[in-house]
Every structure is written in structure tokens, then in C-alpha cells.
């Protein structure tokens, strides 16, 4: 089989991808349509998107599991860094675009494609993702955009589909929503506003438990091993924790931020599994970890989180940072007692051989044991001395 026109289109079945897997094959392009899951695809989701991808002209259609890599390459060092952007958002779908772009190129690489296709827009985060992670990894295949390169509008496409006879039903759903293994983004015309809220039924998951439920959360360096005593892979608990916690419809929220293209963007989501796991980590982190362990650490998982965002994965800064954090872990270890309420959750405490609030060395604010009044009183003027000095030789001017 010639490769001189093999082309991979990055395929999630909506209609910007199908415009280009059409398009693009009645261009002469052999077609390889490519779907990663990092989670929230159903077996059956994944037979009906490769069941249309044929529709639409593809030569082939392959869905690459990709939840674990997903939670090895990035949602670990998130949870390591309690990354939230903007103090709200847990990067659910920045941070799975990242993986899926990687995924893509070098499936594209291993069948020896000279063209790469992705449906995104001029206007959003997603192309400076996939761009720059296509361009990076395989500089020698080309990037095909033409939703982007053509500005086509949405009745643009479903017309050009239907002149083609793929007539299927492209109503646009009220909302849009995206659901991975580190959330699930919600976006409609609310979210387009700065002054209303998503409503209820919007989000996919709704109340469905009232009584209130203690969940064990077992950490080991860092990462969530077992959920009520039950030990799986981490990427299997977070998932165990959303389908508990969504029952209580709990992590909803809405994100405004800055985009990469400087505009600001507002989204709702429903990350559950990710928010509960990350205060709980954080709280296993304030008993176990130094103050000025916690403190650089809380800058460097910052820039993580933005530079993620923004596309940079790959910046070899990336890796010193995760290096950090994966050594910050070694003594976050222990189990954190949650319990989930309607829409809310509350942290009840936790229990860790390496808390540092050993009782052996006494009790804040009533009585210690590792030190003497007089050590304390010493301790007190020299470590006001700084400020005494700046005090005392500016009241003289």
C-alpha cells in the first residue's frame, strides 16, 4: 500500500471530523480514522463511531486505549501537584488532549503517514494542542485543518455531508459535553455569558443519594491505590470515586480562564472523582510533608498546571517538574476519611505513619514537649530581630 497520500485524522464522530474524514477522502487521501480514550468511552460509544467513521469514507478506524498511559503521563503529576486551574479547575480536558495528540502522531508514524487531519476551529485551545504536539513529535508529516483553514461554518458542513449523501441527525445538542476519566466538561449558551449559571440538568450525572457516606481513600507516595479498602489500579479508583461521588451530583462547578489565543473562555464540568481525590491527597500531603516542602511545591505544580494548558507538554521543563513532585511523594502515604453529602463532600481526617502531628512532640497551642520556656522566649527574639532593626532604624529618618 502507497504511503505518499496516507493520511490520520484525529476522529471523534461529531461533525467537524466527519466533514474532514469526507472531505478529505474525495480529495484523494487514504483516510485512517484514530479515537483515544482516556476515558468515558463505552464499548458500545466506540462501535457506533466506528461504524459512522466507515460511513464517512475512512479506509480504516482504530480506538486506542489510552486511560492508563493518560493517568501515568499526566493525571498522576496533577494529583501530585493538586492541581487546580485557577483555584477551580482540575484541566479535565486540556490535560487529555495532550495524550490524545501524542497517541495520534505516533499511530500516524507507525503506519508511515505523510498527512495528519484534526477538525479544530481557529479560535480555540485545541489546535495550539494538537499543532504543537504533531508539529514537535513528526515535523516531516504534514497538518491538514480544514475546518480551520476554510472557516466553514456549522450549515456549511451538514450541507456538504448531506450533497454527499450522509444525511444522519447533526442537530446541535443544547449542550456539549465531554466526558474523560478527569472530568466531564459542560458547555452551552449559559456558558457563553458571564452572568449565568449552568442549570441542573445540564450536568450528565443528578442526584440520586441523600444519606450521607464515608469513603476510605488509601494513599501510598502519593497515589490513590484502594477505595474502601479495595486496592486497583489508581486509574480504576478515580473511576470507582466518580460513579460513587456522582451519584451525590458532587463537582459541579463552572471555570472561567484564560485561553491560549488570549481570550477568556467559560466552561462548566463535573470532575468528581478528580476533586474529591485531589483535597484528599492535599490534606494527606499537610500532615505528612515539611512547610517548605509544601511551599515550593505549590509554585512549581502552578506552573505545571498552566504550562500543561498551554500546550507544552513536551518542554523538557515538564520533566524536571514531574521529578519533583514524584520525589515531593515519598512519605504521602496513609488513609483520608471522606464523606459525601448532596452536591458537597467534607474531609473528615486522616491516619498516616508519617504525620507529623505526632503527639510525642506535644500539641499546638496547648503544651510541647521537645523544648523549654526559656528555649522559646530565645527562639522568639532572634527570630524577631529582622524587624526590630528595619523598625527601630526607619523611625529614626
Known sequence: MSSSNKLVIAYSGGLDTS???????????????????????????????????????????????????FYNKVVK????????????????VSAERIIQAIEIIEYAKSIDAKYIAHGSTGAGNDQVRFDMIFQTLAPEIEIITPIRDKKLARQEEIDYLKSNGIDMSWEK??????KGLWGTSVGGEETL????????????????H?????????????????????????????????????????????HVGDTIVGIKGRVGFEAPGALITLKAHHLLEKHTMTKWQLQHKE????????????????????????AFLQDSQEKVSGDVTVTLKPYHFSLDGIKSKHDLMNAKFGSYGEMNKGWTADEAKGFIKIIGNQNKIYHQVNSEL
Open 299 to 322: 509554585y512549581l505544580s502552578s506552573f505545571y498546571g498552566m504550562h500543561l494548558h498551554e500546550g507544552q507538554y513536551l518542554d523538557p521543563v515538564m520533566r524536571n517538574i514531574e
Open 210 to 254: 441523600s444519606d450521607p457516606e464515608k469513603v476510605s481513600l488509601t494513599f501510598l507516595k502519593g497515589e490513590l491505590v484502594a477505595v474502601n479498602g479495595i486496592e486497583n489500579n489508581p486509574e480504576v479508583n478515580i473511576e470507582v470515586l466518580n460513579n460513587l461521588a456522582s451519584a451525590y451530583a458532587i463537582g459541579r462547578d463552572i
Open 19 to 69: 466533514y474532514c474524514a469526507v472531505s478529505l477522502s474525495k480529495a484523494g487521501y487514504e483516510v485512517h480514522a484514530v479515537s483515544v480514550n482516556t476515558g468515558g468511552f463505552t464499548s458500545d460509544e466506540i462501535e457506533r463511531i466506528e461504524s459512522n467513521a466507515y460511513k464517512m469514507g475512512v479506509t480504516t478506524y482504530k480506538n486506542i486505549d489510552a486511560v492508563a498511559t
Open 193 to 208: 455569558t458571564s452572568d449565568k449559571p449552568l442549570p441542573d440538568s445540564a450536568y450528565p450525572s443528578q442526584l440520586k
Open 77 to 92: 503529576y496533577l494529583i501530585f501537584g493538586n492541581v487546580l486551574k485557577n483555584n477551580t479547575y482540575p484541566l479535565s
Open 173 to 178: 445538542a443544547k449542550y456539549s459535553v465531554n
